[in-house]
């Protein structure tokens, strides 16, 4: 295992829903991401974290709505999805949020919006 | 604008066989390069990074990449084939200038026939 858990694994929700990803890091890393993984798309950087701060919000939808309440947890905070919504939702760690430093994965919650 | 690119959707290779999977990229400026690995069902696992000093890397399960500047390219290698090899290969750039995002390829599908 990587040292990075996300709950749930599976997650189906309707349009009108709102419902909570969770990411924890087990690391002691000072960043965070939240990636989303689309079939025959590349991943998309969503968000990442230093040391609690929203560093980077890159152009996301504002029914995602992250949030950090300390340097070992994520959150995803969702509401109103619409279908092409669907995908993996992966997090992510880092020592720090430098280009130069690796990054390890959670398993993802497969999120379906029916 | 910076951009990665990985040609091939899939790659066969029989068992025992030599692998390469290609990436190409363009930034500007020094770029780090990352190889990650997706097994069914899972998140992302690091395997290897090219920060600076020797071209040629080396990285988890007997994978290494070599970095060829000229070509703007950085290759995944493996002189032995292993079926367990068969998964889900990303590369990934982040530029030097902090401004700019991490960008993963769209990935490619390495089988590894028995």
């Known amino acids: 295992e990587t040292g990075v858990t996300q709950t749930p694994r599976h997650l189906v929700m309707g349009m009108t829903n709102k419902k909570s990803l969770k990411c924890e890091q087990h690391l002691g890393h000072n960043a965070m991401y939240w990636y989303k993984q689309s079939a025959k798309k590349p991943l998309e950087l969503m968000f990442v974290y230093s040391l609690e701060e929203r560093v980077e919000n890159n152009s996301v939808p504002s029914r995602f709505s992250p949030e950090c309440p300390n340097s070992s947890h994520l959150f995803l905070h969702l509401h109103t999805l619409q279908p092409e919504d669907s995908a993996l939702y992966l997090c992510?760690?880092?020592?720090?949020?430098?280009?130069?430093?690796?990054?390890?994965f959670g398993p993802g919650t497969r999120l379906t919006v029916t | 604008a910076q951009s990665v690119a990985q040609p091939e959707d899939q790659v066969n290779v029989a068992e025992g066989n030599p692998l390469t999977v290609k990436c190409t990229y363009s930034v500007s400026g020094n770029p780090y390069l990352f190889w990650y690995v997706q097994y069914p069902n899972r998140g992302l696992q690091f395997l290897l990074k090219y920060i600076t000093g020797d071209n040629l890397v080396k990285g988890s399960y007997g994978f290494e990449a070599e970095f060829n500047k000229s070509q703007t390219s950085f290759h995944l290698k493996k002189p032995s084939a292993l079926v367990s090899d068969s998964a889900l290969y990303f590369c990934?750039?982040?530029?030097?200038?902090?401004?700019?995002?991490?960008?993963f390829g769209k990935g490619t599908r390495l089988h590894i026939l028995p």
């Open positions: 990934a750039v982040s530029p030097f200038n902090r401004d700019d995002k991490i960008i």
């Open positions: 992510a760690s880092s020592q720090d949020p430098g280009a130069v430093y690796e990054q390890y």
